[in-house]
């Protein structure tokens, strides 16, 4: 296990969570009476998933690894500007080139709401998605891969990770259409990949851009007010994923060491400590 860490974390990090979600599809289709609570999925399966994995690969040391990154708010100014500021911008000129579409700003998310729900999205996904994609599973890709490679693979992973999401009723990804959806997270990937890699490797601004990105999404309204302003804010994305493709495309290769933790048995086998 020690040796083929990812194929155990993405069994698991799709496994656990598709369980969870299959109680709601199996209650829809009339199967049982009962369903677990979507949140589930990301408050308890994934978070088991990563640092189970992390465990159960690499001891404490990856997990201690993954922990400060998760902590590690250090970072140049720049960097937390471009993570809060980058989606918010990027839904602003989808608005303007959209003029006319009638967005439903405030709709789906109050204003009132704002920040609540920033506060708490921030937190989901400190504890849930970026140590998942981010924290752990980025860094041991691109020890095959280039960092842009590596992000643009596990965009397409990560939207493959919500699909039996499209099929629950009520869900985001139920109103969307699937193409524009992997479309725009495969972008996201790209532009959260060359943040994370500028931000040293911190899951925690990662978290900041996740937040803000999904909340800016839904009280602007760009991706489900109808299909002309989806499109237009998911050309926006793809375009501002190609600018930060161009910086990831620059990253020196001995520049993935700063986020890559090395594996326990790397670390016994050179006789160095196992902690960064």
Request: charged residues 5%; aromatic residues 10%.
């Given at each position: 296990?020690?040796?083929?860490p990812?194929p155990?974390?993405?069994?698991s990090a799709?496994?656990?969570?598709w369980?969870?979600?299959?109680t709601t599809?199996?209650?829809q289709?009339?199967?049982i009476?009962?369903?677990?609570?979507a949140?589930?999925?990301?408050?308890?399966a994934?978070?088991?998933?990563?640092f189970g994995?992390?465990?159960?690969t690499g001891?404490?040391?990856?997990?201690?690894?993954?922990?400060l990154?998760?902590a590690r708010?250090r970072?140049r100014p720049?960097?937390?500007?471009?993570?809060?500021?980058a989606?918010?911008?990027t839904?602003?000129?989808a608005l303007?080139?959209?003029?006319?579409?009638?967005p439903?700003?405030?709709?789906?998310?109050?204003t009132s709401?704002?920040?609540g729900?920033l506060l708490?999205?921030?937190w989901?996904?400190?504890?849930?998605?970026?140590p998942?994609?981010r924290?752990?599973a980025l860094?041991r890709?691109e020890?095959?891969l280039?960092p842009?490679?590596?992000?643009v693979a596990l965009?397409?992973?990560?939207?493959i990770w919500?699909a039996?999401l499209f099929?629950?009723?009520g869900?985001?990804?139920?109103s969307?259409?699937?193409l524009?959806f992997?479309?725009s997270?495969v972008a996201?990937?790209?532009?959260i990949?060359?943040?994370?890699?500028r931000?040293?490797?911190?899951?925690?601004?990662?978290a900041?851009f996740?937040?803000?990105?999904d909340?800016?999404?839904?009280?602007t309204?760009?991706?489900?007010?109808?299909a002309?302003l989806?499109w237009i804010f998911?050309?926006?994305?793809?375009?501002?994923a190609?600018?930060?493709?161009?910086?990831l495309a620059?990253?020196?290769?001995?520049?993935?060491?700063?986020?890559?933790?090395p594996?326990?048995?790397?670390?016994e086998?050179?006789?160095?400590?196992?902690h960064?």
């Open positions: 296990m020690r040796k083929h990812l155990l974390f993405f069994a799709f496994l656990l969570p369980a969870v979600w299959a599809l199996a209650e289709a009339g199967w009476e009962w369903h677990l609570p949140s589930l999925a990301f408050w308890i994934l978070p088991l998933a990563t994995t992390a465990a159960l001891g404490w040391a990856a997990v201690k690894d993954l922990l990154r998760m708010y970072v720049l960097w937390w500007t471009v993570a809060v500021m989606t918010p911008v839904a602003g000129v303007v080139v959209g003029y006319g579409t009638s439903s700003i405030g709709v789906a998310l109050p709401a704002l920040i729900t708490l999205d921030v989901m996904f400190l504890l849930s998605e970026e998942a994609w924290g752990f860094p890709m020890q095959r280039s842009l490679a590596a992000s965009g397409a992973v990560w939207a919500h039996p099929l629950m009723a869900s985001f990804q139920a969307v259409p699937p524009g992997l479309l997270t996201t990937s790209v532009t990949g060359l943040i994370y890699h931000a040293r490797g911190s899951v925690l601004v990662a900041v996740h937040g803000v990105t909340v800016t999404i839904a009280w309204g760009v991706m489900t007010s109808g002309v989806f998911v050309a926006v994305q793809v375009l501002v190609g600018l930060a493709a161009v910086g620059r990253i020196a290769p001995g520049a993935k060491a700063l986020i890559a933790p594996t326990a048995a790397s670390m086998a050179s006789g160095r400590p196992s960064p």
